[in-house]
T-cell receptor, first 115, second 115 residues
Framework: DTAVSQTPKYLVTQMGNDKSIKCEQN?????MYWYKQDSKKFLKIMFS???????INETVPNRFSPKSPDKAHLNLHINSLELGDSAVYFC??????????????FGPGTRLTVL | QQQVKQSPQSLIVQKGGISIINCAYE??????FPWYQQFPGKGPALLIA?????SEKKEGRFTISFNKSAKQFSLHIMDSQPGDSATYFC??????????????FGKGTKLSVKP
């Protein structure tokens, strides 16, 4: 009954590699997000996406790109990984127009370590 | 530029005491103010939320106090329990402008409730 799931939970890789993190939600939501949480626990939005619009946080390097094969999935692709990309990445989803506006449901996170 | 300022960074409270976490914002475009709770190794989860047309909202032991003129809001946890030990994030949603609908998070407060 997992609402928002992410794979993998842990990802260890070398600098310069390309990697992907997958996210799926079974809540029927129309909007999905990617967040980065650094070592100080600061949560920063990277992307928000629904079937109409992709909003990119202007501080996100273009090495990061979201890919949405369908409404229930928003995967995160990262090219040429750098040491500073090490963080926990959270996927989230929400439904516009519901009683609790923009309540976001978060996945369990993917801890990325770049060596 | 930090749009939502949260304090304190960490808080230690005795069991049964009151925990108070404060947040302040500048942007008048914010129209929804949720608090999220995050346990170690988990994603954040919505705890309680308030709209600016209400000065207080209570759900069980958790209360949000909202001061629109001062652009401040706070979370009060009554009768704090060890199980409340977690990181708490305040957030604000933009009603209009760039990144409309996205949540802007404070930097988080790590709460420890001592038995």
């Amino acid at each position: 009954d997992t609402a928002v799931s992410q794979t993998p939970k842990y990802l260890v890789t070398q600098m310069g590699n390309d990697k992907s993190i997958k996210c799926e939600q079974n809540l029927g939501h129309d909007t999905m997000y990617w967040y980065k949480q650094d070592s100080k626990k600061f949560l920063k939005i990277m992307f928000s996406y629904n079937n109409k619009e992709l909003i990119i946080n202007e501080t996100v390097p273009n090495r990061f790109s979201p890919k949405s094969p369908d409404k229930a999935h928003l995967n995160l692709h990262i090219n040429s990984l750098e040491l500073g990309d090490s963080a926990v990445y959270f996927c989230a989803s929400s439904q516009t127009g519901t009683g609790n506006p923009n309540e976001q449901f978060f996945g369990p996170g993917t801890r990325l370590t770049v060596l | 530029q930090q749009q939502v300022k949260q304090s304190p960074q960490s808080l230690i409270v005795q069991k049964g005491g009151i925990s108070i976490i404060n947040c302040a914002y500048e942007n008048t475009a914010f129209d929804y103010f949720p608090w999220y709770q995050q346990f170690p190794g988990k994603g954040p989860a919505l705890l309680i939320a308030i709209r600016p047309d209400v000065s207080e909202k209570k759900e069980g032991r958790f209360t949000i106090s909202f001061n629109k003129s001062a652009k401040q809001f706070s979370l009060h946890i009554m009768d704090s329990q060890p199980g409340d030990s977690a990181t708490y994030f305040c957030a604000a949603r933009k009603r209009y402008g760039g990144s409309q609908g996205n949540l802007i998070f404070g930097k988080g407060t790590k709460l420890s409730v001592k038995p």
